[in-house]
């Protein structure tokens, strides 16, 4: 009994302890100064992830600590605060926005300090250990030092204020829609904290006339020159989750001055609750470390039509009155926000059809630096960015001209990185971010023109995309490490102070990042849709962590997929697919826009297929908005105007990676391919990364989870894409070869090639349209000026193929040969014959080299299983026909259920399934578990055939 009654007492005192240490080890405390929003912020993060570790978790300010100890204690101060007691040394030089992670033991108490060069720094450390919770736990944190590489990480947001006072082309569906979201304070609050965890710091807002909206006019010239109320075009409201409604989806849904005007809110939103608006925002977005910036272009007045008092101003560059009326609006928006960071303009087009630089600066003087003049001499404390872009303009003007803006040399302050007054701004990659990694617009001249200590924010252009989810790392760290090859002699991949490119905005002009409107599992109805930044969330962050530190690895944005969807995903492996599948397939978008270069925005959208260019037919100019095959073949040709109808690759002036693009016309015609990837490369590399997107799709479920269903669809979407660019470029290149010389021997060959790539090319279109249309609905997108709608394009993707005359295989002629009867010699006319050149076998071959064979393959009725880990291993496949003697053409059919059947003729050996670069073949792509049915048929000359020889083959892992 006493044994007994020791050992229970034990055992209880074991469990006892146990239990403790169970308890102390699920508890922890966050310690940060609540009265710093930024850090208040961060500490909500941490806990929720902490929470979602099963800790308990509890917070004490600074003051407090002594009465709140833990195992577990996580610190979030600056360096700025006084030390407490334990806190590590001097962690180093953190710069503006830097931090440092320090693990240090208190007897058993293990604690974790972030310590942030300011509040923005100990903001993104709390968010950086935040994810590292998520991702590998709290006792996996380790040690780090995190330097703000880049100074601005920003987005170029285009915001319509007013269906009367506009962004730069508002005939959008976002943009209509999203007037009511920008004078939503909540939509706001999300975007910012958005913004914040994907530390981007710096919000440009872009306006044609923003101040009819956001200023009051309360005395003087223009006494209540300003808006009355918020509107919007009328009959937006009704439109419900259906992609069929005609009261937006009409066939032309233009959005225009003069149409009916509706207010957006049932109350008018006064000046008064405008301007207050704008101040929550502003002061909002300084809590979460960014700063707030409003970019106009010039002489743009359509805002003041729907004033109280028109001011009757004209766009004259010599119009005394309007230039007075910019400069007095100018100093009135400075002195209202008290918060904005910064303004900028423009000298671009519209400047009253001048072209003179020194007459654009002097108008920008006279109104905007004279306005800007104006409001510092009130207020001589206050620092205040100006942001020049060099569109259409010379940096030694602005320069020479500005030269008396208050604070334009003052010298660059090394601690904070503070920049001088002036800065500038430029397109990069005109406007296709995702085409060229290196890009060569910018000049080094031009870049070594602006003054030292002058910095130049790049504005990136994304008119590529506005829907599907985009996720290649690889090209977001090399796109931005190729702004140091060319902002300075230092081109290390480090914090230069002596670099002039400080980094960017990045943002799209034909369409704006407002709430969803065209997900189907979002009623446009509703005023609490999705956010497109939280949509994008991924891309987003890759952007902007990897601009904040560019050594973040590829396993913290898998990690980051496997913590967004911790039940779906279950696990790295799959976390790692979903990587794999979302780098891949956006592969697609750069591969095409530097084949098809159309630099502007409205020239081309490779989402939709879309350009405003057109194609030459009979020396006239075509524009059907759709990219049609004869517009790739006619890329860069010339039409009576001296503009091209159609727009050739990136030339070398342009794109500085290596290997160039070449176009189809010129690889057809024999230009030299040297250093150059021809179309086929091309094509073969868009099948080639749409394939290994697919397949890292395997075994991946979205359960009931909408948003990782779309994700999964935008990839299966974004595949079927490049697959379909793909077949249409090898339809481009033996089309052209057939036009080129329709008299050759291989002319028929050719051009039943084309039809072959065509009918393809259609079948994956369908596919895509598949995809877009179980996610999302149509929508107009503005700068293109179309009506975008994915399964209504078919009609144009099948005119592709359609217009092309004749079928695959077929003709009559002259026979030469042992015919049915007893005839010799030349037999002319429609014949039965027996051809002694059957097709003996076919074999299924490796496609990098087609000699050699995977497997041989059994005729007839049976399903032939392959392996694709087995047999196959992974390699790409093709199959070869082997005839008894040499037959003029080799007709291959591939059918399978629910897809349509192609056809495809070879002229000649090695009788490739898909064509071939001599023993290189064009990949077969396949997809595990489907039954295919592939037929092989000799012809002679005449068009008279050889039985078929006919496989049944499914692919199986």
């Known amino acids: 009994m006493n044994i007994c ?13 146990w239990s403790g240490l169970a308890n102390a080890q699920s508890s922890a405390v966050v310690i940060y100064d609540s009265n710093q929003p930024a850090l208040t912020f961060a500490a909500g993060d941490l806990q929720a992830a902490l929470r979602s570790k099963s800790f308990s978790v509890s917070t004490a300010t600074l003051a407090d600590l002594s009465r709140h100890v833990g195992p577990n204690q996580i610190f979030l101060t600056t360096r700025g605060t006084a030390a407490i007691a334990g806190q590590p040394p001097d962690v180093g030089d953190l710069k503006k926005e830097g931090f440092a992670i320090r693990r240090t033991q208190k007897g058993n108490d293990l604690q974790t300090w972030v310590i942030g060069n300011d509040a923005s720094g100990a903001m993104y450390g709390g968010l950086q250990v935040a994810d590292s919770v998520r991702f590998e736990g709290l006792a996996n944190v380790r040690d780090s030092t995190h330097i703000a590489d880049m100074a601005v990480r920003g987005i170029k947001f285009n915001v319509p204020l007013d269906a009367r006072a506009t962004s730069y082309a508002d005939d959008s569906t976002a943009a209509q829609f999203g007037i009511k979201d920008v004078w939503d304070m909540a939509f706001w609050t999300r975007f910012l904290d958005a913004m914040a965890r994907s530390r981007m710091n710096n919000l440009s807002l872009w306006s044609e006339n923003p101040f009819p909206a956001m200023v009051k006019y309360d005395s003087g010239e223009f006494f209540e020159a300003h808006l009355d109320d918020i509107k919007r075009h009328k009959g937006l409201t009704t439109v419900v989750n259906d992609r069929s409604n005609p009261n937006l989806y009409a066939a032309e849904p233009e959005f225009e001055l003069g149409k009916p005007l509706e207010s957006v809110f049932p109350t008018p939103m006064t000046v008064d609750l405008r301007i207050d608006h704008w101040k929550k925002v502003m002061a909002y977005a300084k809590q979460r470390g960014i700063a707030v910036s409003i970019i106009t272009w010039n002489i743009h007045i359509d805002g003041t039509r729907g004033a109280i008092k028109n001011p009757g101003l004209t766009r004259s560059v010599s119009d005394a009155k309007t230039k007075r009326y910019f400069r007095e609006s100018v100093r009135r928006l400075i002195q209202t926000y008290d918060d904005l960071a910064a303004i900028g303009v423009t000298a671009g087009e519209h400047m009253d059809g001048t072209s003179d630089d020194a007459v654009k600066e002097q108008w920008l003087w006279d109104t905007y630096g004279e306005g800007y003049r104006d409001a510092i001499n009130l207020n001589p404390a206050r620092r205040l960015g100006f942001i020049h872009r060099g569109h259409e303009t010379s940096i030694p003007t602005i320069t020479n001209i500005f030269k008396n803006l208050p604070g334009i040399n003052r010298d660059i302050d090394t601690q904070n990185q ?45 008119d590529d995309f506005f829907n599907m989810r985009w996720g290649d790392i690889d090209f977001a760290r090399d796109y931005l490490k190729n702004f140091r090859d060319q902002a300075s002699d230092k081109p290390e991949w480090k914090v230069d102070p002596d670099r002039k490119i400080n980094g960017f905005y990045m943002g799209p002009d034909g369409f704006m990042w407002g709430r969803e409107v065209v997900s189907q599992n979002t009623p446009l109805t509703s005023d609490n849709r999705d956010l497109y930044i939280e949509k994008m969330w991924y891309n987003f962050k890759i952007w902007g962590h990897l601009a904040f530190d560019p050594s973040t690895t590829d396993q913290r944005f898998i990690s980051a997929l496997g913590a967004k969807y911790p039940s779906e995903l279950n696990g790295p492996a799959n976390s790692q697919k979903l990587f794999t ?36 037919k009979d020396g006239v100019g075509h524009n059907d908005g759709y990219l049609s095959v004869q517009s790739l073949i006619d890329a860069g040709r010339f039409n009576g105007s001296g503009k091209p109808s159609s727009y050739p690759p990136m030339q070398a002036d342009q794109d500085g990676d290596l290997l160039s693009v070449m176009s189809v016309r010129d690889f057809v015609d024999g230009i030299a391919t040297t250093n150059r990837l021809t179309p086929l490369d091309v094509a073969n590399q868009l099948d080639a990364n749409a394939q290994a997107a697919l397949d890292a799709l395997s075994g991946l479920s979205a359960g009931a989870n909408n948003d990782l269903k779309e994700t999964l669809a935008d990839v299966t979407g974004m595949a079927a894409l490049g697959k379909y ?8 290149v033996d089309l052209y070869r057939y036009q080129k010389n329709t008299g050759a021997a291989d002319a028929l060959t050719h051009r039943a090639n084309a039809k072959f790539h065509l009918t393809h090319a259609a079948t994956q279109w369908a596919s895509y349209a598949s995809a877009w249309k179980s996610t999302y609905r149509p929508q107009r997108a503005s700068r293109i000026d179309k009506y975008v709608d994915i399964e209504a394009l078919q009609t144009a993707v099948n005119a592709d193929y359609n217009t092309i005359p004749g079928s695959a295989g077929t003709g009559t002629g002259t026979v030469t040969g042992t015919v049915t009867g007893t005839v010799t010699g030349t037999v002319t006319g429609t014949v039965t014959a027996t051809i002694t050149h059957a097709v003996t076998s076919l074999e299924l071959v490796d496609a990098g080299n087609g000699n050699s064979v995977i497997q041989a393959l059994s005729p007839g009725n049976t399903v032939v299983e392959i392996s694709l880990s087995g047999a196959v291993q992974g390699k790409p496949v093709s199959i070869r026909a082997q005839p008894d003697s040499g037959p003029k053409s080799v007709k291959f059919e591939i059918s399978s259920p629910g897809d349509p059947t192609i056809y495809r ?9 898909l064509g071939n670069s001599g023993m290189s073949f064009t990949p077969w792509s ?17 068009g008279a055939s050889s039985p078929s020889k006919l496989v049944q083959i499914k692919f199986i892992d």
């Open 926 to 942: 396949v997809v595990k578990g489907k039954i295919y049915t592939v037929s092989a048929t000799g012809f002679s000359s005449s």
């Open 581 to 616: 599948a979302l780098s891949k397939a956006s592969k697609v978008y750069p591969l095409i826009t530097r084949l098809y270069w159309g630099s502007l925005d409205y020239m081309w959208y490779p989402e939709a297929s879309l350009s405003k260019s057109g194609y030459i």
């Open 725 to 732: 660019y793909a077949a249409k470029i090898r339809g481009a």
């Open 418 to 462: 503070e920049e001088s007054t002036l800065s500038f701004t430029n397109k990069y990659s005109q406007a296709h971010m995702h085409a060229s990694k290196n890009p060569l617009f910018l000049s080094g001249s031009w870049v070594n023109s602006i003054p030292k200590g002058k910095k130049l924010t790049l504005e990136v252009r994304n």
């Open 905 to 913: 003729t070879e002229g000649g050996a090695p009788w490739a399934l």
């Open 5 to 17: 009654k020791h050992l229970k007492v034990a055992f209880l005192t074991l469990f006892v302890l």
